[in-house]
């Protein structure tokens, strides 16, 4: 992409999450796919609902990242790591980019329980999606008083968010209020960036689900897809616009993040990312 305005990629109704459909070409998102697949077996981690790969370094008990080197699809071609820095979102961070990428791959009826994603981090996520569509929730932990729950711009919404089972609470035991407080279509090729309160203090999960339906705007107010107008692709927002489903896919997903704490092999790290 060429220079990016984030204003025009903001979410309605936030003031701290963006959308940005195409962050990478069909080109891009084929090599990078194809190197993901091409991967070694052993840096990949089977948890109970999917693979995952942090390839360049990995965290300690006390919340510091180890680094190694990161693969060279994600630093150099096609710089997904330069091109997210480049946005400013990390401006702030200890580091002024994300230093660390999780690779997660999800197949059909595969989700991810609502969690945060704690204090190493600053708090800014970048998440690139490859492959396939899925739906994003973000959630708030349950309220003492229902009528004061915060909306995802409200400087309240320092709350909490999970995902949508009755009685679901987090791993620290709190409840969750199973109703999102922002539900996203993230597109193949597109890039999600969360910050603020709806990082720091709410969680977040995909639904395991082979396929997502999607009632007629008309008919269902209170299900809405936030970004419907910021999507590129027709099949997609034809679906949420008039009504229909959507297949799941493989989807890989590329989420970026700056770990604040970095063992002493951190600096020669970065000084070869940035050279």
Same mark, same amino acid.
Request: net charge negative.
């Given at each position: ?21 195409? &962050? ?23 948890? %109970? ?12 008990? =006390?919340? +510091? ?7 060279? @699809?994600? %630093? ?13 979102? @990390? =401006? ?11 690779? %997660? ?12 994603? *704690? ?16 739906? &994003? ?21 320092? !709350? ?12 620290? *035991? ?20 969360? +910050? ?17 339906? &999607?009632?007629?705007? !008309? ?13 590129? *692709? ?7 616009? %008039?009504?229909? @489903? ?14 604040? =704490?970095?063992?002493?092999?951190? *600096?020669?790290? &970065? ?5």
């Amino acid at each position: 992409m060429g220079e990016v305005n984030l204003d025009e990629y903001l979410v309605p109704g936030t003031s701290s999450t963006y959308y940005i459909p195409d &962050f990478v070409t069909e080109d891009e998102e084929e090599y990078l796919i194809r190197k993901i697949e091409e991967a070694p077996q052993p840096w990949w981690k089977r948890l %109970n609902n999917r693979r995952s790969t942090s390839p360049g370094g990995d965290l300690t008990k =006390k919340q +510091t990242l180890i680094p190694q080197d990161m693969p060279v @699809f994600v %630093n150099q071609y096609p710089d997904i790591l330069g091109r997210i820095r480049d946005l400013g979102v @990390f =401006k702030a961070s200890a580091h002024g980019q994300p230093n660390h990428v999780i690779m %997660n791959e999800y197949a059909p009826g595969q989700g991810i329980m609502p969690h945060e994603d *704690g204090p190493a981090y600053h708090p800014v996520v970048a998440t690139l999606s490859l492959g396939a569509h899925t739906i &994003f929730h973000y959630y708030q932990y349950k309220q003492d008083d229902p009528s004061s729950r915060p909306t995802p711009s409200s400087p309240a919404s320092a !709350s909490g968010a999970d995902t949508g089972m009755m009685g679901a609470s987090s791993a620290t *035991g709190r409840p969750i209020d199973p109703t999102p407080i922002l539900t996203l279509l993230l597109e193949p090729r597109s890039l999600v960036i969360t +910050t603020s309160s709806l990082y720091q203090s709410h969680l977040h999960g995909i639904d395991d689900l082979m396929e997502d339906s &999607f009632a007629p705007a !008309s008919r269902s107010p209170g299900e809405k897809i936030a970004n419907v107008h910021l999507l590129r *692709g027709k099949a997609e927002k034809d679906a949420v616009l %008039n009504g229909g @489903f959507l297949e799941r896919g493989l989807r890989y997903s590329l989420t970026c993040r700056d770990v604040e =704490k970095v063992t002493a092999a951190g *600096g020669a790290l &970065f000084k070869k990312l940035r050279g």
